[in-house]
């Protein structure tokens, strides 16, 4: 993909403020701190066209981003940060319930997990999650310049049994520090864009 054009629409807080041109969009779904945000900024080349989180999460909202004047990436609001209240992990639970199960334009997921770590318990109730709404997962094992190349393949067998992957089901082991996994990651995505 080469990417001429790349910018911020909207901070989204319901269904109203969606954009509703039809155009096809890619939803970043993960842990809060996973590399949501990083992952589109390498995508996209952009050092800062999202902002990276000091502290996790910080993305609250919806964030719409339109590329190529074609289609949307859409930053979603991590999940699984201990410090935020019950009252807030509802709300965002109602809109992303919402979100998944009624929108129309939304092509596939990209379910962003640490390639570090086994897939946690909410990380495998998300891929449950999106299974049931059967939406189309693009799994990135992120955070792979921190696993050396030698371990990298047990990290990912890891992910993809946790996670029950067929081997159909892309997983794609990607760095936003390096780039790797960049092109494999954009042809999985383009695979929807035709
Ligand atoms: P929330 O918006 O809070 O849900 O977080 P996020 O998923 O958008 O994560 P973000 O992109 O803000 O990254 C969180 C931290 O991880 C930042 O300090 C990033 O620099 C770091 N990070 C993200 N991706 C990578 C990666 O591939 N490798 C390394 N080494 N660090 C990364
Ligand atoms: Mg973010």
Excluded: C
């Amino acid at each position: 993909m080469k990417v001429t054009q790349a910018d911020y629409v909207i901070s989204a807080v319901g269904p109203a403020q969606y954009p509703n041109n039809g155009l096809p969009e890619f939803a970043l779904a993960g842990r809060s701190n996973v590399g949501k945000s990083s992952f589109i900024n390498k995508m996209l080349n952009r050092r800062n066209l999202v902002r990276i989180s000091e502290k996790p999460g910080k993305t609250q909202k919806l964030n719409y981003f339109i590329i190529n004047d074609s289609f949307y990436f859409v930053d979603v609001p991590g999940y699984g940060y201990a410090k935020v209240s019950k009252k807030e992990k509802e709300a965002w639970g109602r809109m992303l319930e919402t979100y998944f199960a009624e929108r129309t334009v939304l092509s596939a997921v990209v379910h962003l997990v640490d390639l570090r770590h086994p897939p946690s318990k909410e990380d495998v109730q998300m891929h449950e999650f999106l299974a049931f709404y059967k939406r189309p997962v693009i799994t990135i094992a992120t955070k792979a310049d921190k696993i050396p190349k030698s371990r990298q393949q047990k990290h990912k067998q890891i992910i993809a049994q946790t996670l029950s992957l067929t081997p159909e089901d892309p997983l794609i082991l990607f760095s936003s520090q390096t780039g790797a996994g960049k092109e494999e990651a954009w042809r999985a995505l383009e695979h929807y864009l035709h």
